[in-house]
């Protein structure tokens, strides 16, 4: 084997000749191990050592170069992180189990890893060249039904999920001369990706696995600023940004980019690894798209003081939301009463609202949801319910609804609602007088229109009055005119 080797600094132009160098001299030198290293932000790393068996040490070697001709063709540059995750990740992730099994990281040492359904061939290590073993699985002689043994070597044609336990080779005295605990399982799928983001500083993605691999499973995230054009090789001009994007132990399934551009894409990867391979998901995003803050906070609804048909309802931003004036919000406001399954909607920019149609004596249920004041992205989920009730000006939580929802339900009639065609109740008397006073201004505009049509009709009328009178006297001039004999005209 070969000893460890120095690791190149963090970010130094040396790691890609490191890398170069070390895959040449592997391949011309035959080496039985490769170290691989695995580097982080802060400059500490760790080594990982990766047997090469000879039948299959030279396609593992291949996935080397291939690694740096794919940084190459989708990124352009192999001068970044993402190289020494992504090559290390492909060293890892050579082909297994098409002839034999093998170990692999991320598996325990001890532990053989093949495909479910494909051939898998175990060799007894410790016995010498043609002599007879006997193999046992979990201690006993009786091997699954579709195993042989094949020279010294124990063959499994298709073996499945009830083939995996404790494989041992014994000599014809029955000392034992070596074993593997046998785990069978898939290769990877192509992770499904979910990004959102609670604001424009923070960029969140959530995945999901596509295959059940029976398998130990990683997953390693990354992810690059900037808009990528893969056909032709080229980056469009704007600042590139890349690193991990970071995963929290405590929120598994998820990874969050901070201090991200809101006017940038970003493109994020997600690779899933297992002890037979690896497969990742390359998606793009924009932030105006997958903008969707969380639910507003602190909701409050509260009846307002002399008016009993009204509650007064109050609410902040989220916390999460970027706090700068050109980054705002707007909110829609959903009400009912409890005895109605309905919703009355407001849309607002403000964080309070009045309801002027509330119903005496009933509970009225209020929530809260937000959206980018810009209308990008989508509306966040709505708050948790707040209730209350207007004539007694109680203010219940949610954990005292139920009892509080029996004693609305409990009068003998039902009124009808319908808080989506229009105001539910009465209104005050201050509404009613608006109401009369504006009928009355709209009644005396309508009046004065009317009479000024009318005037300038009676204007009209009387000018072609006088015009025919005009025209009839000449005429009857011309006439008499036309009686008088010619002497007398003359």
């Not at 990766?50 to 001709?69: H, I, T």
């Not at 609670?198 to 969140?204: G, M, V």
């Not at 497969?279 to 909701?299: A, R, S, T, W, Y």
Request: aromatic share 10%; hydrophobic share 40%.
């Amino acid at each position: 084997n070969r000893t460890q080797p120095p690791a190149p600094p963090l970010h130094s132009p040396a790691a890609q000749l490191f890398y170069e160098r070390f895959a040449f001299d592997i391949i011309f030198r035959n080496f039985s191990s490769v170290w691989l290293g695995w580097w982080g932000e802060g400059g500490g790393g760790k080594w990982f050592s990766f047997p090469l068996e000879q039948q299959a040490g030279a396609a593992g070697l291949l996935w080397l170069p291939f690694c740096l001709l794919t940084e190459q063709l989708l990124f352009g540059s192999c001068q970044s992180l993402r190289l020494r995750s992504f090559c290390d990740l492909a060293a890892a992730a050579r082909p297994w189990g098409t002839a034999e099994a093998a170990e692999a990281a991320p598996g325990l040492e001890g532990v053989t890893y093949a495909q479910l359904g494909k051939e898998v061939i175990l060799t007894c290590a410790g016995a010498s060249p043609g002599s007879s073993v006997e193999w046992r699985w979990n201690g006993g002689p009786v091997l699954p039904e579709d195993s042989a043994v094949q020279a010294g070597q124990l063959l499994l044609s298709h073996p499945q999920l009830s083939s995996e336990g404790v494989y041992s080779c014994h000599d014809t005295s029955g000392v034992l001369l070596s074993s593997t605990v046998l785990r069978l399982g898939r290769l990877p799928g192509k992770p499904s990706i979910l990004c959102t983001a609670p604001n424009y500083e923070d960029l969140s993605c959530f995945w999901a696995s596509t295959v059940e691999t029976f398998l130990p499973t990683r997953y390693i995230t990354s992810y690059r600023s900037g808009s990528l054009d893969v056909a032709s090789k080229k980056q469009r001009s704007a600042p590139i940004v890349e690193g991990p994007c970071i995963q929290d132990p405590a929120h598994p399934f998820s990874c969050t980019i901070h201090q991200s551009m809101f006017w940038s894409g970003y493109w994020i990867n997600v690779t899933e690894v297992n002890p037979l391979g690896s497969n990742f998901h390359l998606l793009n995003v924009i932030m105006q798209g997958i903008i969707k803050p969380d639910p507003p906070e602190h909701l409050r609804v509260e009846p307002v003081p002399s008016v009993p048909n009204r509650l007064q309802v109050s609410w902040e931003y989220p916390s999460s939301w970027t706090k700068e004036f050109h980054f705002l919000l707007k909110f829609r406001l959903r009400y009912r009463p409890v005895t109605s399954t309905s919703w009355a909607m407001v849309e607002t920019a403000n964080v309070s609202e009045v309801i002027t149609d509330a119903f005496l004596g009933l509970l009225h249920v209020v929530q809260v949801s937000a959206k980018d004041f810009l209308d990008a992205g989508s509306w966040s989920e709505w708050t948790p319910e707040a209730w209350a009730m207007p004539a007694t000006g109680q203010t219940l939580v949610p954990s005292e609804t139920a009892t509080a929802a029996i004693k609305a339900e409990s009068p003998a009639e039902e009124p009808s609602l319908a808080p989506n065609n229009g105001p539910i109740g009465h209104s005050d008397p201050t509404e009613k007088v608006a109401v009369l006073v504006s009928l009355g201004v709209f009644a005396f505009f309508v009046l004065a229109v009317i009479l000024v049509f009318a005037f300038l009709m009676w204007v009209r009328m009387k000018k072609h009055s006088k015009e025919a009178t005009k025209n009839h006297d000449l005429l009857a001039a011309a006439i008499h005119m036309k009686a008088l004999p010619k002497a007398q005209i003359l």
